[in-house]
């Protein structure tokens, strides 16, 4: 089996100190970069060309998600897996979106994570088991955008409409979705002239008649 080139991007040195350390012993991983922020994390992936990427996600300048996007710009077979503190939905679904392939929460076993690496090597996606369980908490729950009571809006403006209905502000909306602020105050405004309604309350009242979002 070839040897998966692995690049490692956190602003932690005992972090990257000891990830090295570990793949001493682990004949299958080399360690070909380390990077503190994410400006070196874009630039060291561009040079060493690696297999793998993990990549913490508060960083320094250029945080993890941003970097995540720039690198797959470049080059999309990179596997990206976010090694992180952080597990709420916003973070989690903001890495998906900039196309990480797994994630990671730090103070995972050591396996767990040399499994995530080997599985995004292979081009496979892997998520902790926390993260898993996290995944299929949402999809459970989630209710389906439902277009057809909506059929005048898009897509995107479907996801908003849905987090707006669930009592998040504009500012999650943006990092759940990867967007930005004005990104989101121009889809809700948008919402309110095709809906037809007056203001966000009754945007709420609109689609929660249609299923959308959970009473809060």
Known sequence: MATIRLLVADDHALFREGLQA???????????????????????????????ALMDINMPGLNGIEATRQILRANPAVGVIMV????????????????????????????ELLN???AVARGEALFGPAIAAKLTHFFARSRPA????????????????????????????????????????????????KLQVADRAEAIIRAREAGLGEAQ
């Open 22 to 52: 570990l793949l001493a012993a682990i004949p299958d991983i080399e360690m070909v970069g380390q990077a503190t922020n994410g400006e070196e994390a874009v630039a060291l992936a561009r040079e060493v060309q690696p297999d793998v």
């Open 146 to 193: 439902a277009p057809e009571a909506f059929p005048e809006l898009t897509d995107r403006e479907g996801e908003v409409l849905a987090l707006i209905a669930q009592g998040h502000n504009n500012a999650t909306i943006a990092r759940q979705l990867a967007i930005s602020p004005k990104t989101v105050r121009n889809h809700v405004s948008n919402i309110l002239n």
């Open 84 to 111: 992180t503190m952080l597990e709420d939905d916003a973070s989690l679904f903001a890495a998906m979106r900039a196309g990480a392939r797994g994630y990671v929460l730090k103070g995972a076993h050591h396996q």
């Open 116 to 118: 995530a690496i080997r």
